[in-house]
């Protein structure tokens, strides 16, 4: 189990240059931008554009802050991804541009290597007392906003906004989770074989 605090996150320009990413976790330690197996990090997005290509890589993004960004995949309908909305899955190597009809927005990003690996997320509002299960490959409890107290076995681990809790080795005793707090839950596991 690591403690990954927000003040030690590590900050790099995007790989397109049009912006700072904030570097939550990347595996295998000290990969690059070509040869991560899996990725969790967020970004401020200022203006309209592309995204950055990533052959072989899945992403997943949820938005953290500001009001919302509209989406255009290539081969989907247009989507507008808000802070309310549900973690959103798309390929991150065909064409994504995104505008921001109402300003800036930061965002959560996930990317995992597809022939490898694959991963989930899920956004969790905690209001009290709640428990969460997983069980195999890695997995993350990211604290968006708020404050959660965390219960692993024995330990109790509080994380604030921008914090988060990584387990590189599946649990099968689930965690529970206290406090007021907006969350998000990340699972990564490795591809089936075809």
């Known amino acids: 189990m690591k403690i990954l605090r927000s003040a030690d996150h590590k900050r790099m320009p995007w790989k397109n240059g049009g912006g700072e990413t904030v570097e939550i976790a990347i595996s295998p330690q000290g990969a690059g931008l070509a040869d991560f197996d899996w990725r969790v990090s967020m970004a401020t997005v200022a203006s309209d554009g592309p995204f950055s290509i990533f052959p072989g890589i899945d ?12 989406l255009l995949i ?4 247009p989507v507008v991804l808000t802070r309310e909305s549900d973690p959103l899955a798309f390929a991150a190597d065909i064409a994504v541009s995104a505008t921001l009809p109402d300003g800036a927005i930061t965002d959560l990003n996930v990317m995992t ?38 219960g692993a076995g024995p330990e109790r681990i509080e994380l604030g906004a921008g914090d ?3 387990f590189e080795e599946g649990r099968s005793d689930g965690l529970s989770l206290d406090g007021r707090a907006l969350c998000y839950a990340i699972s990564i596991g ?3 074989k075809q």
């Not at 992403?59 to 509209?70: D, H, K, V």
């Not at 690996?117 to 969790?124: T, Y």
């Open 164 to 166: 988060a809790l990584l």
């Open 113 to 150: 290597r597809r022939s490898t690996f694959r991963h989930a997320v899920a956004r969790i509002e905690i209001d009290g007392e709640k428990r969460e299960e997983f069980t195999r490959g890695s997995f993350m409890l990211f604290c968006a906003s708020g404050t959660v107290t965390v």
């Open 190 to 192: 490795r591809a089936e």
């Open 74 to 77: 290539e081969g989907r309908d």
């Open 59 to 70: 992403r997943t993004l949820s938005i953290l802050e500001g009001n919302g960004m509209r």
